[in-house]
């Protein structure tokens, strides 16, 4: 079975400082794809960021980056210089390549509040 | 850039009555999924379609709920005698495959169903 876990509920920063959102993921498949989502407050999932279990480099892009290690199973999503419109709901997914429309299993969020 | 339309944004409904929600995927994509969010919970997996038939369901997708592809552009979801434990946000989704083999799912803003 797969599992997504998210252990941190609620995470509040004040702007501009660094954030990490943690991700734990658990799957006995060996091809699988790890994914970030982003809910703000007007309620739509938007996508961030999909990577492979065969590519374990890390990925920057402006104030986001990815840290994906297989070997603690995390894939981790750190926001630098946080801003106010960062503020929203992040998840984790997880998704198994049975067939090509492969389902995502989400993980229970992170809420991120950053203050001015 | 392409999006995926939800119908209605917001619909009220008495226990026992019957609710259809709709989507318009993005038009070349080929994959079709409902997620639905209980208020503050993760987001979950319902179903998921592909050439015109069910590809993968959850065990909450029961016979209370169907889906269907009426037209060449409109996916709708159809729940049966709604529950109070109906009340969530419906997320429509469709992707298409690319080269990575994982979809991306692109998410439409959802639809909140009331029960009362």
């Known amino acids: 079975a797969q599992k997504v876990t998210q252990a941190q509920t609620e995470i509040s920063v004040v702007e501009k400082e660094d954030v990490t959102l943690d991700c734990v993921y658990e799957?006995?498949?060996?091809?699988?794809?790890l994914f970030w989502y982003k809910q703000p407050p007007s309620g739509e999932l938007v996508f961030l960021i999909r990577?492979?279990?065969?590519?374990?480099q890390n990925e920057i892009s402006g104030r986001y980056s990815w840290n994906f290690q297989k070997s603690t199973s995390s894939f981790n999503f750190t926001i630098t210089a946080s801003q106010v419109v960062d503020s929203a709901v992040y998840f984790c997914?997880?998704?198994?390549?049975?067939?090509?429309?492969?389902?995502?299993?989400f993980g229970q969020g992170t809420e991120l509040s950053v203050k001015p | 850039e392409p999006e995926v339309t939800q119908t209605p944004s917001h619909q009220v409904t008495q226990m026992g009555q019957e609710v259809i929600l709709r989507c318009v995927p993005i038009?070349?994509?080929?994959?079709f999924y409902w997620y639905r969010q209980i208020l503050g919970q993760k987001v979950e997996f319902l179903v998921s379609?592909?050439?015109?038939?069910?590809?993968?369901k959850s065990e909450i997708f029961d016979d209370q709920f169907s889906v269907e592809r009426p037209d060449g552009s409109n996916f709708t979801l159809k729940i049966r005698s709604t529950k109070l434990e109906d009340s969530a946000m419906y997320f429509c989704?469709?992707?298409?495959?690319?080269?990575?083999?994982?979809?991306?799912?692109?998410f439409g803003a959802g639809s909140r169903l009331t029960v009362l």
């Open positions: 989704a469709s992707s298409q495959p690319d080269r990575e083999g994982a979809n991306v799912l692109t």
């Open positions: 799957t006995r498949d060996t091809t699988y794809y």
């Open positions: 990577r492979n279990s065969f590519d374990e």
């Open positions: 997914a997880l998704s198994v390549l049975y067939n090509q429309g492969g389902k995502l299993i």
């Open positions: 038009s070349n994509h080929l994959y």
């Open positions: 379609f592909y050439n015109n038939e069910i590809s993968e």
